[in-house]
Nanobody, 119 residues
Framework: QVQLVESGGGLVQPGGSLRLSCATS????????MAWYRQAPGKQRDLVAS???????NYASSVKGRFTISRDNAGNTVFLQMNSLKPEDTAVYYC?????????????WGQGTQVTVSS
């Protein structure tokens, strides 16, 4: 059974930093990408950052230069380093793993971790 468990969320003042972690377990094959999404109240879930093959990264324009996505060498844990946080970064952050097989794409999601940026 595949499980994704996020940690590292919390309350931080504007300008502060947080590091999110997502630990994966279970037999995940044919991973195409690992990513972080976020969802603010009343809004849709949006892509924040993604990493493919361990080194190819992509960021939403709103976080570029402030957030960094990375993963461990084994590909079991994905991180999101968030610096210079702003109140508009407040959201529930979700870890995502996408797999691609001949039968199509499968997305796995974590339960989410709350990030609140407020003074």
């Amino acid at each position: 059974q595949v499980q994704l468990v996020e940690s590292g969320g919390g309350l931080v003042q504007p300008g502060g930093s947080l590091r999110l972690s997502c630990a994966t377990s279970g037999n995940i094959r044919s991973v195409r990408s690992m990513a972080w999404y976020r969802q603010a109240p009343g809004k849709q879930r949006d892509l924040v950052a993604s990493i493919i093959g361990g080194s190819s990264t992509n960021y939403a324009s709103s976080v570029k230069g402030r957030f960094t996505i990375s993963r461990d060498n084994a590909g079991n844990t994905v991180f999101l380093q968030m610096n210079s946080l702003k109140p508009e970064d407040t959201a529930v952050y979700y870890c995502n793993i996408a797999t691609i097989t001949p039968w199509g794409r499968t997305d796995y999601w974590g339960q989410g971790t709350q990030v609140t940026v407020s003074s």
